[in-house]
T-cell receptor, first 113, second 116 residues
Framework: AQSVTQPDIHITVSEGASLELRCNYS??????LFWYVQSPGQGLQLLLK??????LVQGIKGFEAEFKRSQSSFNLRKPSVHWSDAAEYFC???????????FGSGTRLLVRP | DAGVIQSPRHEVTEMGQEVTLRCKPI?????LFWYRQTMMRGLELLIY????????DSGMPEDRFSAKMPNASFSTLKIQPSEPRDSAVYFC??????????????FGEGSWLTVV
C-alpha cells in the first residue's frame, strides 16, 4: 500500500539548533516527493520537491532534504532553526503524471527561545 | 500573483444547512483540487479538475458533497445537507500541467467550516 509516515507528531528544538524531520514512504513506482509547511491558520506552502537528479534538494527558508532510496526516506533538515519556523510540516509523495499526492500526518515543530 | 483565493475563510453553520465554499485558482493553472483537513484523517484529496472537467472524485465522501467548475477561474464545493462531522478545513489548490521538473501544487489559505 502507498503511504507516508512521519513518525514524530511533535518536535521541540531551541532556536539556533539544528533540525531534522523524518519522512518515510512506501510507494510502488518512482516517487515524487514534497515537503510542505503550514503556519497556523494558513494554507500549505511548498518548501521543496524531489523528482530526479541530485538526491540532496535545496528549498526555501534554508531547508534541505535528502532522498535515500535504500531507506525509503526523505528527511527534512535545517542547520539553524529560527522562531519563525514554528509550524506544521507535511511530507507528501505522488507520481509525476498524477496529482494524487499522499500526505503524511504532519510533524508540529515548536521552537524554544 | 494573488495566489489561490478561497471564500469564506470561516463559516459556522447549523446542521442541515447548505454550505458553499468558493475558490479562484491561480490564473493560467489548468488543474484545481479540493482537499479536506481534519485531525483524525489528515489531508485528503476530495476531487480534482483538469480544464474544468472533474478527473477524479473518488475522495468525495458521499452524495452530500458536490463540486463544480463552471469556468477556468472559479470552482465551488457544496455540502447539502451539512453535518457536524463535516467540520474541517477545506483547501483549494491549483497547478499547471507538469513541465520538466514536474508539478507544484499551490494551496489557498483554507475555509474553516464548523457545523453545529
Amino acid at each position: 500500500a502507498q503511504s507516508v509516515t512521519q513518525p514524530d507528531i511533535h518536535i521541540t528544538v531551541s532556536e539556533g539548533a539544528s533540525l531534522e524531520l523524518r519522512c518515510n514512504y512506501s510507494y510502488g513506482a518512482t516517487p515524487y516527493l514534497f515537503w510542505y509547511v503550514q503556519s497556523p491558520g494558513q494554507g500549505l506552502q511548498l518548501l521543496l520537491k524531489y523528482f530526479s537528479g541530485d538526491t540532496l534538494v535545496q528549498g526555501i527558508k534554508g531547508f534541505e532534504a535528502e532522498f535515500k532510496r535504500s531507506q525509503s526516506s526523505f528527511n527534512l533538515r535545517k542547520p539553524s532553526v529560527h522562531w519563525s519556523d514554528a509550524a506544521e510540516y507535511f511530507c507528501a509523495v505522488g507520481p509525476y503524471s498524477s496529482y494524487k499526492l499522499i500526505f503524511g500526518s504532519g510533524t508540529r515543530l515548536l521552537v524554544r527561545p | 500573483d494573488a495566489g489561490v483565493i478561497q471564500s469564506p475563510r470561516h463559516e459556522v453553520t447549523e446542521m442541515g444547512q447548505e454550505v458553499t465554499l468558493r475558490c479562484k485558482p491561480i490564473s493560467g493553472h489548468d488543474y484545481l483540487f479540493w482537499y479536506r483537513q481534519t485531525m483524525m484523517r489528515g489531508l485528503e484529496l476530495l476531487i480534482y479538475f483538469n480544464n474544468n472537467v472533474p478527473i477524479d472524485d473518488s475522495g468525495m465522501p458521499e452524495d452530500r458533497f458536490s463540486a463544480k467548475m463552471p469556468n477556468a477561474s472559479f470552482s465551488t464545493l457544496k455540502i447539502q445537507p451539512s453535518e457536524p462531522r463535516d467540520s474541517a478545513v477545506y483547501f483549494c489548490a491549483s497547478s499547471s500541467t507538469p513541465q520538466g521538473s514536474g508539478n507544484t501544487i499551490y494551496f489557498g489559505e483554507g475555509s474553516w467550516l464548523t457545523v453545529v
